[in-house]
């Protein structure tokens, strides 16, 4: 698949995740009401969280780590799911452009269209090369195979 019918995938799919998107957000504001305000260890500790629960969802769901799903058109290798790249780059590069609007006086204000854009943005081109890397991870090693075709 090009990457243009693959981001045309992906934007479809998040379409419809827009619910998943709310509940941390949610989540995340209801911490920082309750708890604290988080520092970056601690959005690092739930982004941590959030991406262990949709790995233990993947392996649930498709018995193995890495392999292509059956019912679905869209060549995905399960390891690219996680989004580590996607969701921990953006996290880091959110947290990197807020600190240059605090520390450039910048407007507050101007840091969440920037960060709103930058995470639509570099969240579809990470997903884009965790896919690439996921498939050179398994034409690289036999990591993936069924074992019982392996011996």
Do not use: C
């Not at 504001?29 to 969802?57: E, N, W």
């Not at 059956?70 to 580590?84: A, F, G, K, Y």
């Not at 997903?127 to 996921?134: N, Q, Y």
């Amino acid at each position: 698949m090009d990457a243009r019918s693959r981001l045309a995938h992906n934007l479809t799919a998040e379409s419809e995740a827009y619910g998943y998107t709310l509940t941390i957000w949610g989540s995340g504001a209801m911490l920082i009401y309750k708890v604290q305000t988080p520092d970056l260890f601690h959005i690092l500790l739930l982004a941590f969280g959030a991406i262990l629960g949709f790995g233990v969802l993947g392996a649930v769901a498709f018995r193995e780590i890495v392999r292509e799903p059956e019912s679905d058109e869209t060549p995905l290798v399960v390891t690219s799911m996680v989004h580590v790249v996607s969701t921990l780059g953006n996290l880091v590069v959110a947290y990197l452009l807020v600190r240059f609007v605090v520390t450039h006086s910048t407007p507050g204000w101007f840091a969440f269209p920037l960060v709103g854009f930058q995470a639509t943005v570099l969240y579809n081109v990470f997903l884009l090369l965790e896919d690439f890397l996921s498939r050179q991870f398994v034409e690289a090693t036999r990591f993936g195979e069924d074992a019982e075709e392996i011996e």
